[in-house]
């Protein structure tokens, strides 16, 4: 039905992208680099803040809130390889951030919250921009986290 | 085959009436660039605001120019494969729901109704003109389909009991079938969650089941795109170079697997969001990955095709017989060769950017930054719309009978795309490695310190983008000259439907690559079984609350505003 060259091809193709998937599910698993997953048992919060939950041990909980057109909180400090439990929702539509020099890459969807762990080793300013259209004021929701 | 009176009307008015609103999407795409670069200071231009523009962009581009040129190129084919007219009657009706639908929508956008940009993503709401509008757009895509086309198939196969089916009509199935497949959750979300929302039949929704509905249908989307981009690349680019179609039962394979894989892979554009279960998310990236064979195999057929035919014009060598294609040809129908091999070499990349997209993991370095814009660009602002522009330019000047006027042009614009559009993507894909986000009218905020926004590193690729984006447009001018020149040059012949066919250089018949009905079982039972749980999800554990209505002017939610507004009124 198919000649050699057809055939070394669709193999090829195949063991390339089974590769590639291996690759992903090695830094899921392996090196734990995970994508938010369904958290039952959090409700969507309210009101944005910052919870130490162990302070000699830096560990530390962030409520962040995403509404229209501002995060709350909006500056966060954290000293250095402060370990963070990150939960973000929105209160009107969707919201959406990515923290730079991180793996934090989140949507804000009201009545759901998602979840990322990070660690803020390196000192500096992480900006964060909102990165989903959220209505005519988009581009000026923005807020920072601050490692001292 | 000739053709004349409403059919040719209609034909060739499926053509021009998206073109015409295309000219205006691309030039809000400018616009956009300018604004991201800082070179335009202002969030509103010529009238439109940059949101609105953005849907405006979205919509025409992504939705209405494709369908339609979709749909003018099916009925074509259709016709054309299978030496049978198409039913007046049917394509009235199919115009006349597809126009409405796109005035209604078009109404919507331009009055600034419906700022929500073409994911439409609630709470956030739009005029219901907006959702009424795509709704019939896309019923009226369906109409020739199930009404025109089946009917013609099934009579062309008493007449041909034993003949095999032809390679386009396959193709154009497939399309179809898919489109049909995917159009019932977006439905279900327009019409049980959108419009009863915008209408005020309803308080709230649920915002999460809306995102997974939506993109049950947004990511096959794309298949519903290209595929029929492939059905050219398999039956007409081979002939063009004067060469064979290098395997029929591969064409026919890669066809068929895309039925199979195209639908549930939707997850891998909410891998960042809660409410979902990452197990899922990780199934419909492998899914994602298997749909990319397809497309490894098409790149297999393609290239051979284009290596046989470059060895019958001389070509000689293992890469020397690449020199021997007519890449600047304007010789009889060679010119839309440029368009083709242009679209191939953008979406050479769009390819490997799409495997990063589906990387699950590695996802959430570029998820909804300027990457995923680069990307979808060297895709559907890539090959995609480089074989429709082809193709309608084609289509029309045999329907009006005339001969492609300024082809030197019509030769010059896909190129001039291709590099505009590499320079574009190449300036976005950097510039997301510093966060450089998708959807925002940035200005040039980024480089005022005060501003929330400071990212002077974004600079240099705002502007790199917005130059790439000059080069394409230019590219679009050049197309647009060659357009209008044959829309209005004095007809010479009759008019016609037509296209160059390839013949197959590998032609075995496999009965299994004629017969749609095990694959597309096989493509509902994988569905079913990769969306339930998601849905159920959606529905139950990953929600706790619904939404009201927002609109994007004020952050509180439209019921509010509206009685608060009435209650200002004196009465």
């Known amino acids: 039905m198919m000649d050699r060259f057809e055939k070394n091809a669709i193999v090829l193709a195949l063991a390339l992208l089974f590769f590639f998937f291996g690759l992903v599910v090695y830094a899921a698993k392996a090196l734990q680099i995970e994508v938010p997953t369904c958290l039952t048992g959090v409700n969507p919060f309210q009101e944005g803040r910052v919870i130490v939950l162990d302070e000699g041990a830096k560990r530390y909980q962030v409520n962040l809130l995403a509404r229209m057109w501002n995060f709350e909180p909006y500056e966060i400090r954290l000293p250095a390889g402060a370990k963070v439990d990150l939960y973000l929702t929105s209160r009107d539509v969707v919201h959406g951030l990515r923290i730079n020099y991180t793996n934090v890459n989140l949507m804000a969807i009201p009545g759901t919250v998602s979840y990322a762990r990070v660690r803020f080793d390196k000192p500096g300013v992480y900006s964060i921009v909102c990165h989903e259209y959220c209505g005519i004021n988009h581009h000026l929701m923005a807020g920072k986290i601050i490692v001292e | 085959m000739s053709i004349r009176g409403g059919l040719r009307f209609i034909l060739l008015s499926e053509i021009v009436f998206p073109f015409v609103l295309l000219i205006l999407g691309v030039t809000l795409g400018l616009l956009q660039v300018l604004q991201r670069a800082g070179i335009i200071k202002s969030t509103s231009y010529l009238g439109i605001e940059y949101y609105q523009g953005l849907t405006l962009h979205g919509t025409i581009n992504a939705i209405v120019f494709t369908t339609f040129i979709i749909v003018a190129f099916s009925n074509a084919m259709v016709m054309f494969s299978l030496k049978?007219?198409?039913?007046?009657?049917?394509?009235?009706?199919?115009?006349?729901?597809?126009?409405?639908?796109?005035?209604?929508?078009?109404?919507?956008?331009?009055?600034?109704?419906?700022?929500?940009?073409?994911?439409?993503?609630?709470?956030?709401?739009?005029?219901?003109?907006?959702?009424?509008?795509?709704?019939?757009?896309?019923?009226?895509?369906?109409?020739?389909?199930?009404?025109?086309?089946?009917?013609?198939?099934?009579?062309?196969?008493?007449?041909?009991?034993?003949?095999?089916?032809?390679?386009?009509?396959?193709?154009?199935f497939v399309t179809f079938i898919l489109w049909f497949i995917i159009v019932i959750p977006v439905s279900i979300e327009i019409l049980f969650q959108l419009l009863p929302l915008s209408l005020g039949w309803v308080e709230e929704i649920n915002p999460l089941l809306a995102r997974t509905l939506f993109w049950f249908f947004g990511h096959p989307l794309v298949y519903f795109w290209l595929l029929p981009a492939y059905i050219m690349l398999y039956s007409i680019l081979p002939k063009l170079v004067g060469g064979k179609l290098y395997s029929d039962p591969a064409a026919r394979l890669a066809l068929l697997l895309f039925l199979v894989f195209s639908v549930p892979v939707g997850l891998h554009h909410q891998y960042t969001e809660g409410g979902l279960s990452a197990g899922w998310k990780l199934w419909h990236a492998f899914l994602t990955f298997m749909v990319a064979l397809p497309s490894f195999i098409t790149a297999f057929t393609v290239a051979a095709s284009l290596e046989h035919g470059a060895r019958q014009r001389g070509g000689k060598g293992l890469f020397a017989w690449w020199a021997k294609l007519p890449y600047f040809s304007r010789e009889g129908d060679q010119w839309l060769f440029s368009y083709f091999i242009a679209g191939l070499l953008l979406f050479l990349f769009g390819g490997i950017t799409g495997i990063v997209n589906a990387s699950y993991n590695l996802n959430l370095a570029v998820h909804n930054t300027s990457w995923v814009v680069g990307h979808f660009h060297t895709t559907v602002g890539g090959l995609v719309t480089l074989a429709f522009l082809g193709i309608s330019l084609y289509m029309m000047a045999k329907l009006r009978g005339v001969e492609v006027k300024a082809k030197g042009l019509a030769v010059?614009?896909?190129?001039?795309?291709?590099?505009?559009?590499?320079?574009?993507?190449?300036?976005?894909?950097?510039?997301?490695?510093?966060?450089?986000?998708?959807?925002?009218?940035?200005?040039?905020?980024?480089?005022?310190?005060?501003?929330?926004?400071?990212?002077?590193?974004?600079?240099?690729?705002?502007?790199?983008?917005?130059?790439?984006?000059?080069?394409?447009?230019?590219?679009?001018?050049?197309?647009?000259?060659?357009?209008?020149?044959?829309?209005?040059?004095?007809?010479?012949?009759?008019?016609?439907?037509?296209?160059?066919?390839?013949?197959?250089?590998?032609?075995?018949?496999?009965?299994?690559?004629?017969?749609?009905?095990?694959?597309?079982?096989?493509?509902?039972?994988?569905?079913?079984?990769?969306?339930?749980?998601?849905?159920?999800?959606?529905?139950?554990?990953?929600?706790?609350?619904?939404?009201?209505?927002y609109n994007d002017r004020l952050p509180v939610p439209l019921k509010q505003t509206q009685t608060e507004a009435s209650a200002e009124i004196p009465r």
């Open chain 2, 84 to 172: 049978r007219s198409l039913k007046p009657g049917v394509q009235w009706v199919s115009w006349l729901l597809m126009v409405g639908g796109t005035l209604m929508a078009a109404y919507a956008m331009l009055t600034g109704k419906a700022n929500v940009l073409y994911t439409f993503y609630p709470p956030l709401i739009a005029h219901w003109t907006f959702y009424v509008g795509v709704v019939l757009l896309v019923v009226g895509s369906l109409v020739p389909f199930f009404f025109d086309w089946i009917p013609n198939y099934i009579a062309w196969r008493r007449e041909n009991p034993t003949g095999r089916f032809p390679l386009p009509v396959l193709g154009v």
């Open chain 2, 412 to 549: 010059a614009a896909p190129y001039l795309w291709l590099i505009g559009m590499m320079v574009f993507e190449v300036a976005m894909s950097v510039a997301a490695f510093y966060g450089f986000p998708r959807r925002t009218a940035a200005g040039a905020s980024y480089i005022d310190p005060a501003s929330p926004l400071y990212h002077p590193e974004w600079y240099f690729w705002a502007h790199l983008s917005a130059g790439g984006g000059a080069i394409a447009v230019l590219g679009f001018v050049a197309y647009l000259v060659s357009f209008l020149g044959t829309l209005f040059a004095r007809p010479v012949r009759e008019p016609v439907v037509e296209f160059p066919m390839a013949e197959a250089l590998h032609d075995e018949p496999v009965p299994l690559l004629s017969n749609l009905r095990p694959w597309l079982t096989v493509s509902i039972l994988l569905i079913a079984f990769s969306y339930t749980y998601p849905i159920y999800e959606s529905m139950t554990k990953g929600i706790t609350a619904k939404s009201p209505a």
